[in-house]
């Protein structure tokens, strides 16, 4: 094998590096969003919790205020008592207080049932926090791991750059001329190894005249059906 091809497979395997090392870092900012969503979701549960306790805290403020217009509204009836003149305005008037005061009850028992709930939705927003503290260290640590390969591949692609800047001028123009048509069609995969009749890249079987040729290792052979790069 001639000190050229031998090049050109160095090329083809720094390129494949380069290919996987691209493919990785393409793949760290969606990678760091959807950690960064899995925090933000745990944070929303808790939000969504307290939201719900505000809302029980108004409901309990409100009825809370209905019932005290309640009583005020029996005073004025029992006040109202003394003044009545027949029996019916008297008898109609114990059945307003009556019923206020049955509406009067409900409403307390709203506010106790208000209340209970009230305790639920405290553990509940407890329960999320911790969970969601929980989540913030596990995700925060897969970010850092993430970031930290992120740096370690970053250098391994500018090592790898610079290796093939070396490379490139012991290769002569025209191989790597033909070298780079070949990688646009086949997805960076310019060379494919022959094991045993096999092109490996596309497993079609190599005529044998051609892999006389190969042996002969004089000439750069093409696959006849990917049109990749043949070599031992
Ligand atoms: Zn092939």
Redesign the pocket.
Known sequence: MDIEFKNLINLQQIDEKLIEVSHFLDEVPSKLNRIDKKIEDSFKIVTKAEDKLTANQKRRRDVESEVQDMKTLISKYKRQLSDVRTNKEYTSLLHEIAETENKGDSLEEEIISEMLKADDIEEEIKSATQKAGEAKTKFTKEKEALLKKKAEQEELKANLLKEKEELLPNIPSDQITLYNKISVNSNGISL?PVTGEF??????RIRPQVLNELKAENSIIL??????I?HF
Request: charged share 15%.
């Open positions: 494919s092109c490996s890249m596309c497993h079609m696959c006849e059906n990917c049109g990749r043949l």
